[in-house]
């Protein structure tokens, strides 16, 4: 799967935020905002990261649902910057359609490039990292909360590129 959510698993939360909340179009939320008369229940939906995956999953849902949502668009493809968070998703969404055999890949690489740098990983995640984020499996909070928390930047970057090889 592409994206943390499954077109079902969205298609689940609109129809729950159409039951529970008010969802306004952009134009009414912004609107709304800009004079101060947003209700506690009035919601926009958001997709951030520039994603081509929660375009692919979202549209024909918000498209189902007769809604419309916000794309935030990252400036750096403006700038003619690669944003290897998509190239990423992208690649994992391609070869490796089970999360899981990502994840058992993903910690080979760590250990041929970082040897030893996964030991304790398992041990020391704290089993409430993202545990309202229902979607994700445990194997893929414990990847996040390696990817933020244990890996920086480059070190994700060197891995992926790895993989990618």
């Known amino acids: 799967m592409p994206g943390s959510v499954s077109g079902d698993d969205l298609e689940k939360v609109v129809r729950w ?3 529970n909340r008010v969802i306004l179009e952009p ?10 008369t947003l209700g506690e229940k ?8 520039t994603l081509r995956c929660q375009v692919d999953i979202a549209a024909p ?3 189902s649902e007769n809604l419309k949502a916000v794309f935030n668009v990252s400036s750096s493809i403006f700038e003619g910057e ?3 968070l998509e190239i990423y998703a992208r690649f ?3 070869f490796f359609p ?8 993903f910690i080979e690489v760590v250990d041929e490039v970082f040897p030893g740098k996964s030991q304790g990983w398992f ?17 893929q909070r414990i990847f996040r909360y390696v990817r933020d928390t244990r890996l920086s930047q480059g070190e994700y970057s060197l891995i992926m590129n790895k993989m990618i090889e």
Request: avoid cysteine; proline fraction near 2%; charge should be negative.
């Open 82 to 84: 690669l944003i290897m």
């Open 98 to 105: 089970i999360f899981e055999d990502f994840w058992t890949k």
């Open 61 to 63: 849902v918000l498209e």
């Open 27 to 36: 134009e009414e939320f912004l609107d709304g905002l800009n004079r101060d």
């Open 42 to 49: 009035h919601v926009v939906l958001s997709f951030d990261d």
């Open 92 to 94: 994992r969404a391609k």
């Open 123 to 139: 041990d020391d995640f704290p089993e409430q990292w993202l545990i309202d984020r229902k979607f994700y499996s445990r194997d």
């Open 17 to 19: 935020l159409k039951r």
